[in-house]
């Protein structure tokens, strides 16, 4: 009896999971036609150090990481006004018309400081449609938060090499060493020199 | 009435050639080679640690009247400790070419020793005088510079640059005035 309930159990077993096979097919085929875009944005600060005058590097990386094309993407950043920075190269404002699943496209803006003072970058934004016939959708990239602007002043202090600078003081250093040393060189050479005759 | 002087005219020089006291020349020397080195660094200052020089003018004017104060110090305190152990050792060389002067001289014209002794006493002052003047200058001035670099671009390389300046200035004027002041024997 035991045997035939077993019987019994592992046939009705083998239907539900006949059944959970055939749905979960269907299910992802309906799935398959439904496809949508989901792009993640990233900005980085190409630049170790940020200084006033100098050209500032900014990256933006936009991963398709959806089954289907983004669409009519468009990417802006309103952190770098006229009054504080002068665009070297690239823009703020790019359109891209379509971005195909899993790939990504990447643009760079250069701009050039031009106040020394700390800089709170905000997020960029990008539009898209992310499948057909959809309303547009908005994601934001990462917060890079508060940005030191260090002075001209500040970076030569810090980071140039000052060869020359050391250099020249060398030179300049030459009467305060050099000469005294070298008067008394030669008065202590002379004078040895005729004790080691004198003795001889 | 000026008191007159305890001392014989013979002990006056002897002070003035063994003594402390400075002649006028040796004071000049002294005061233009520590307005040298005391300037020479404010280049550095300018232009490694961006100070400018109309902007700080006053601060590096008092730094350098002090770091020249303690530098003259410095120099008088070697020079004498220096003469004493260079005289002795320029001994026999001076009196080797005192000799030979005097024997270059005329040959009807005899020399006494007791002269040649004052004359090779005076030549070794001379030289002693001349060589510890020299030798003071550069070593106060080395101990100074190697100082005030430690201090200024080592230490202190991430202060700001006015207490940089000041602290690395007084501080190493001081020590080379305070070096100046020990005494080898």
Not at chain 1, 94 to 113: D, F, L, Q, T, Y
Not at chain 1, 178 to 183: C, E, F, K
Request: one cysteine or more.
């Amino acid at each position: 009896m035991n045997l035939g309930c077993l019987i019994f159990y592992s046939s009705n077993m083998k239907c539900v999971l006949c059944l959970v096979a055939l749905f979960a097919f269907f299910s992802n085929a309906v799935i398959a036609d439904d496809t949508t875009a989901k792009l993640i944005l990233i900005k980085e600060v190409l630049n170790d150090i940020i200084t006033e005058g100098n050209d500032l590097s900014v990256q933006y990386s936009l991963f398709n990481i959806g089954d289907g094309p983004a669409t009519d993407v468009e990417l802006a950043d309103s952190d770098f006004h006229e009054s504080e920075f002068e665009l070297v190269s690239g823009m703020t404002s790019v359109k891209w018309e379509r971005i195909g699943a899993n790939s990504n496209v990447s643009h760079v803006v250069v701009v050039k400081p031009l106040k020394a003072s700390a800089f709170n970058s905000t997020s960029a934004v990008v539009q898209y449609v992310a499948s057909e016939g959809a309303e547009p959708t908005f994601g934001f990239s990462d917060e890079l938060g508060e940005l030191s602007i260090i002075s001209a002043t500040e970076y030569k202090r810090l980071h140039a090499s000052h060869v020359w600078e050391w250099f020249l003081f060398s030179v300049f250093c030459i009467p305060s060493l050099l000469l005294p040393y070298l008067l008394h060189f030669t008065s202590k050479s002379k004078y040895n020199a005729l004790s080691a005759k004198k003795k001889h | 009435m000026a008191p007159k002087s305890n001392f014989s005219k013979e002990e006056e020089l002897l002070l003035q050639d063994f003594g402390r006291g400075l002649s006028a020349k040796s004071s000049a020397i002294f005061y233009f080679h520590a307005f040298i080195v005391s300037t020479v660094p404010l280049y550095l200052f300018s232009n490694i640690q961006q100070m400018f020089i109309c902007e700080n003018a006053i601060l590096f004017g008092i730094g350098t009247i002090v770091s020249m104060y303690f530098i003259s110090f410095a120099y008088k305190n070697n020079k004498f400790e220096l003469k004493h152990k260079i005289a002795q050792k320029r001994g026999d060389g001076v009196s080797a070419e005192i000799h030979a002067a005097v024997a270059d001289m005329d040959g009807n014209k005899k020399v006494s020793k007791k002269e040649k002794d004052e004359r090779i006493l005076w030549r070794k002052n001379e030289v002693a005088e001349a060589e510890s003047i020299q030798l003071a200058v550069f070593n106060t001035n080395a101990t100074f510079l190697a100082i005030l670099i430690f201090l200024a671009f080592l230490i202190f390389k991430n202060y700001a640059p006015t207490p940089n300046y000041a602290i690395s200035i007084f501080v190493a004027s001081g020590l080379t005035a305070l070096f100046s002041t020990s005494s080898q024997n």
